[in-house]
C-alpha cells in the first residue's frame, strides 16, 4: 500500500543501542559513579541495555506486516547493529540518526542513556515524516498492519485503557518498584497536560503513533518541561512518558481515536517464572494463527529463551506474513 503524497507518508522511528559494547559499557558505568543521588532501580537495571538480536525481529516484521513504511529510521548513540542479514530492499528503506544529530541545544546532556530524554526529541530528526510511528526494539508485528491502524484521518490510533493511578502518588513503596516506574511517568505526562491521576489513558507497550507537529508544538508550549525530561542522563522519577504527553494532548484537543477491539499481547519480564513455559509458548502459537494480533512485545528475550528454548522460532513464524 503506498501513501498518495507526501502528506500521507508515515515513517517508523526504532530506539536501539548495544549494551554489551565495551566503550558504552565503560562511559555507563562512568557516569552511573559521578551521580549524586541513588538511582532508581528501574533506571539501572542492565537489562535496560541487554542487546539481543531483538531489532532484527522488528525490522523483519515491519519489511513483513508493514511495506507501505517511507522511511524506518533506527537512531543509535555511536555503535550501530549490523544489519547484513536483511534483505537488500529491507535495508535501502533504513536509515541511521545519531544522538547528537536531534539533541541541538541540549549536547551538554550527552551521553545520554535515558530512553526518556531520547523519545523526548525523537520528532527533531531531520526529514521525519509528519506522521511516524515509535517501536522499542523488543515490539514486534504479527500480522498485516495497515496506515489506518495507526492512523485515521491524520488522528493517531491510541491502544491502552483508562486507568485510576492516584493511589500511587504518595506510595513510597511503589515509587521504588521498578514495575511501577512506567505508571509515574504516564501519572506526569498526564498532569501537564491538565488530566488527573485519577483518571488518565495508560498506553499499552505497542508501537505508538505520533503527529510530529503535536510533540513540536507542546515542546513550544512545555519548554521548562522538556528541558528537564531532556536533561537526566538516567530514568527519574520526576520524568514524563513522551508518548503518553503526546497522547492526552491529542485527546485533549479530540485528535486521538481509540482502539476498540485488543490487537496486541505484551510479554513481560519475568512471565512465565515457575512454569515450564508451555503458556508462553501456546501464546505465541495463537498469534501465529491469527491476523487479529498485530503487534507483540517481549520485555526480555533472554529470559523468555531460558524458560522456551525456541522462542526464536516461534518469533520468526508470528512476525512471518
Given at each position: 500500500?503506498?501513501?498518495?503524497?507526501?502528506?500521507?507518508?508515515?515513517?517508523?522511528?526504532?530506539?536501539?543501542?548495544?549494551?554489551?559494547?565495551?566503550?558504552?559499557?565503560?562511559?555507563?558505568?562512568?557516569?552511573?559513579?559521578?551521580?549524586?543521588?541513588?538511582?532508581?532501580?528501574?533506571?539501572?537495571?542492565?537489562?535496560?541495555?541487554?542487546?539481543?538480536?531483538?531489532?532484527?525481529?522488528?525490522?523483519?516484521?515491519?519489511?513483513?506486516?508493514?511495506?507501505?513504511?517511507?522511511?524506518?529510521?533506527?537512531?543509535?548513540?555511536?555503535?550501530?547493529?549490523?544489519?547484513?542479514s536483511l534483505s537488500p530492499k529491507l535495508r535501502s528503506k533504513i536509515s541511521f540518526t545519531y544522538h547528537h544529530e536531534i539533541f541541538p541545544n541540549f549536547e551538554d546532556v550527552l551521553p545520554t542513556f535515558n530512553s526518556l530524554a531520547i523519545e523526548t526529541v525523537l520528532w527533531r530528526i531531520e526529514g521525519l515524516a509528519e506522521q511516524f510511528i515509535y517501536f522499542n526494539d523488543d515490539v514486534f508485528l504479527t500480522a498485516p498492519l495497515t496506515p489506518t491502524d495507526m492512523f485515521d484521518n491524520k488522528k493517531p490510533v491510541l491502544r491502552g485503557q483508562w486507568v485510576d493511578y492516584s493511589s500511587l502518588q504518595d506510595d513510597v513503596t511503589a515509587q521504588n518498584d521498578p514495575g511501577k516506574f512506567n505508571h509515574y511517568m504516564?501519572?506526569?505526562?498526564?498532569?501537564?497536560?491538565?488530566?488527573?491521576?485519577?483518571?488518565?489513558?495508560?498506553?499499552?507497550?505497542?508501537?505508538?503513533?505520533?503527529?510530529?507537529?503535536?510533540?513540536?508544538?507542546?515542546?513550544?508550549?512545555?519548554?521548562?518541561?522538556?528541558?528537564?525530561?531532556?536533561?537526566?542522563?538516567?530514568?527519574?522519577?520526576?520524568?514524563?512518558?513522551?508518548?503518553?504527553?503526546?497522547?492526552?494532548?491529542?485527546?485533549?484537543?479530540?485528535?486521538?481515536?481509540?482502539?476498540?477491539?485488543?490487537?496486541?499481547?505484551?510479554?513481560?519480564?519475568?512471565?512465565?517464572n515457575g512454569n515450564p513455559g508451555d503458556r508462553v509458548s501456546t501464546m505465541l502459537q495463537a498469534i501465529t494463527d491469527t491476523t487479529n494480533i498485530k503487534m507483540l512485545c517481549i520485555n526480555d528475550l533472554p529470559q523468555l529463551e531460558i524458560l522456551v528454548p525456541d522462542i526464536r522460532s516461534l518469533l520468526t513464524q508470528a512476525i512471518s506474513d
Amino acid at each position: 500500500m503506498v501513501q498518495k503524497n507526501k502528506h500521507d507518508q508515515i515513517d517508523a522511528v526504532i530506539t536501539w543501542v548495544d549494551g554489551s559494547d565495551e566503550a558504552h559499557s565503560a562511559k555507563r558505568r562512568r557516569y552511573m559513579a559521578q551521580h549524586q543521588t541513588v538511582l532508581h532501580k528501574n533506571a539501572i537495571n542492565p537489562h535496560r541495555w541487554v542487546c539481543s538480536g531483538e531489532i532484527l525481529y522488528c525490522l523483519k516484521s515491519i519489511e513483513n506486516n508493514a511495506p507501505w513504511i517511507r522511511i524506518i529510521w533506527i537512531v543509535v548513540d555511536d555503535v550501530t547493529p549490523d544489519l547484513s542479514s536483511l534483505s537488500p530492499k529491507l535495508r535501502s528503506k533504513i536509515s541511521f540518526t545519531y544522538h547528537h544529530e536531534i539533541f541541538p541545544n541540549f549536547e551538554d546532556v550527552l551521553p545520554t542513556f535515558n530512553s526518556l530524554a531520547i523519545e523526548t526529541v525523537l520528532w527533531r530528526i531531520e526529514g521525519l515524516a509528519e506522521q511516524f510511528i515509535y517501536f522499542n526494539d523488543d515490539v514486534f508485528l504479527t500480522a498485516p498492519l495497515t496506515p489506518t491502524d495507526m492512523f485515521d484521518n491524520k488522528k493517531p490510533v491510541l491502544r491502552g485503557q483508562w486507568v485510576d493511578y492516584s493511589s500511587l502518588q504518595d506510595d513510597v513503596t511503589a515509587q521504588n518498584d521498578p514495575g511501577k516506574f512506567n505508571h509515574y511517568m504516564q501519572i506526569n505526562a498526564a498532569q501537564i497536560i491538565g488530566f488527573s491521576a485519577r483518571r488518565l489513558f495508560a498506553a499499552a507497550h505497542v508501537a505508538h503513533p505520533f503527529l510530529r507537529s503535536e510533540m513540536a508544538g507542546l515542546f513550544t508550549q512545555y519548554p521548562k518541561h522538556f528541558t528537564a525530561n531532556i536533561a537526566h542522563r538516567f530514568r527519574e522519577l520526576s520524568q514524563f512518558l513522551p508518548q503518553s504527553l503526546h497522547n492526552h494532548a491529542c485527546i485533549a484537543a479530540r485528535r486521538a481515536i481509540f482502539k476498540k477491539q485488543r490487537d496486541h499481547v505484551h510479554i513481560y519480564s519475568g512471565q512465565g517464572n515457575g512454569n515450564p513455559g508451555d503458556r508462553v509458548s501456546t501464546m505465541l502459537q495463537a498469534i501465529t494463527d491469527t491476523t487479529n494480533i498485530k503487534m507483540l512485545c517481549i520485555n526480555d528475550l533472554p529470559q523468555l529463551e531460558i524458560l522456551v528454548p525456541d522462542i526464536r522460532s516461534l518469533l520468526t513464524q508470528a512476525i512471518s506474513d
